[in-house]
Nanobody, 120 residues
Framework: QVQLVESGGGLVQAGGSLRLSCAAS????????MGWYRQAPGKQRELVAV???????NYTDSVKGRFTISRDNAKNTVYLQMNSLKPEDTAVYYC??????????????WGKGTLVTVSS
């Protein structure tokens, strides 16, 4: 079983910054991709950013240049630094990790979500 603990959400004014964290614990052999998704009211969940075990990153177009994803493998933690926040960034943000349990067996795990609200 793997547990994910997210933190860092909150209320911020437009133009401000927040840093999200997601720490993983439990029984697994290796963490592969780590990512952040978000779901705004009335909308589908969308990928925000993902980082591979090798450090390669990918971002959705709307956050490029404003958000930075990073990871600390020693702490099994993924971060999302969000700068120049806009009201349209308001959403519940979820972290997702892909782990190798043993051999060829792996699973994806989701955090419970943290609310980010950007006021205009």
């Amino acid at each position: 079983q793997v547990q994910l603990v997210e933190s860092g959400g909150g209320l911020v004014q437009a133009g401000g910054s927040l840093r999200l964290s997601c720490a993983a614990s439990g029984r697994f052999f290796k963490i592969n991709d780590m990512g952040w998704y978000r779901q705004a009211p009335g909308k589908q969940r969308e990928l925000v950013a993902v980082i591979s075990s090798g450090g390669n990153t990918n971002y959705t177009d709307s956050v490029k240049g404003r958000f930075t994803i990073s990871r600390d493998n020693a702490k099994n933690t993924v971060y999302l630094q969000m700068n120049s926040l806009k009201p349209e960034d308001t959403a519940v943000y979820y972290c997702k990790i892909a782990v190798t349990i043993i051999g060829p067996y792996g699973m994806d795990y989701w955090g419970k979500g943290t609310l980010v609200t950007v006021s205009s």
